[in-house]
């Protein structure tokens, strides 16, 4: 199993940038698909992106996409959210989730190990 913490969320303005990252415990992390959910007020859980195992292949919510990119350095057992050109509908909470599975996957159900989330607010 891997264990998941997020970082750097906080309260920023429309057009500023922060880097999230999820820190993982475990011995799985580097063969783990590792993906970012967020969750608005009164909103269902929705995908932002995913990475594979080796980093070599992401995926993007199309509301994302152009804007956020993921990452991922296994030497540190991390996994990284960076968010750019932020807007106000970015306010969310942020999971990071990982899955033993190699298929990218925009579907919270393929994930078995989340994180507590972190707060993103975005001001107007």
């Known amino acids: 199993q891997v264990q998941l913490v997020e970082s750097g969320g906080g309260l920023v303005q429309a057009g500023d940038s922060l880097r999230l990252s999820c820190a993982a415990s475990g011995r799985t992390f580097s063969r783990s698909t590792m993906g970012w959910f967020r969750q608005a007020p009164g909103k269902e859980r929705d995908f932002v992106a995913v990475i594979s195992w080796r980093g070599g292949i992401a995926d993007y919510a199309d509301s994302v996409k152009g804007r956020f990119t993921i990452s991922r350095d296994n030497a540190k057992s991390t996994a990284y959210l960076q968010m750019n050109s932020l807007k106000p509908e970015d306010t969310a909470v942020y999971y990071c989730?990982?899955?033993?599975?190699?298929?990218?996957?925009?579907?919270?159900?393929?994930?078995?190990?989340w994180g507590q989330g972190t707060q993103v607010t975005v001001s107007s």
């Open positions: 989730a990982a899955s033993q599975t190699s298929a990218l996957t925009r579907v919270d159900v393929g994930y078995d190990q």
